[in-house]
């Protein structure tokens, strides 16, 4: 599923890139704002000193590069401008949108944390993460579209029995008079 693709994304970066201070905002087209999705335990502690992790809205700085769909990194997170949480003690961070998924984001308390090695490893993390969302999806679709199918059969197979049954009672009724006119009339 999405969910658990989110939280195996979340899961990895924290496991083998050693940034616990990672998070995953979901994309909301209906209220076009990006909404926490999962985070790591660290992530949500370092938040909370900030104001929790909250959503992401349309006018933030991140809003604009989820839509912009390109990765960046910040070697001082709270030197940028219209970000959406001032109030978190985070150094240096990067941003990977996730097609239309979401945004991965990688934050350390550290300013400067990250070099170009971890930038492009993460990237690839992020580009394989996106290519697990559209496989889920397609997996949840298909999956939909078999039951479908299942119920669909299911209909048509009664359909078929009822019909063969009423199609044979005219012939048995045929059989009937032609028995009948056998023994009336024999020869």
Do not use: C
Not at 144 to 149: D, G, I
């Amino acid at each position: 599923t999405t969910n658990a693709v989110a939280e195996q994304t979340v899961e990895i970066s924290e496991e083998v890139f050693g940034q616990s201070v990672t998070a995953l905002w979901r994309y909301n087209e209906e209220n076009e704002r990006l909404v926490p999705w999962t985070a790591t335990d660290e992530a949500a502690e370092t938040a909370a000193k900030g104001g929790g992790i909250g959503p992401m809205d349309s006018e933030s700085m991140e809003m604009d590069l989820f839509h912009a769909g390109e990765s960046v990194m910040f070697d001082d997170y709270q030197s940028v401008e219209n970000i959406s949480h001032p109030n978190v003690p985070l150094g240096g961070i990067l941003f990977f949108p996730l097609g239309e998924y979401g945004l991965l984001s990688i934050g350390s308390p550290h300013v400067g944390a990250f070099d170009q090695t971890e930038r492009n490893l993460l990237s690839i993390l992020a580009d394989n993460a996106t290519a697990a969302f559209v496989r889920a999806e397609r997996e949840q679709a298909l999956e939909t579209y078999k039951n479908k199918l299942e119920a669909s059969n299911e209909n048509l197979q009664e359909f078929a029995y009822i019909a063969s049954h009423d199609l044979q009672e005219p012939l048995r009724s045929v059989s009937s008079y032609i028995g009948l006119l056998e023994t009336e009339y024999g020869d």
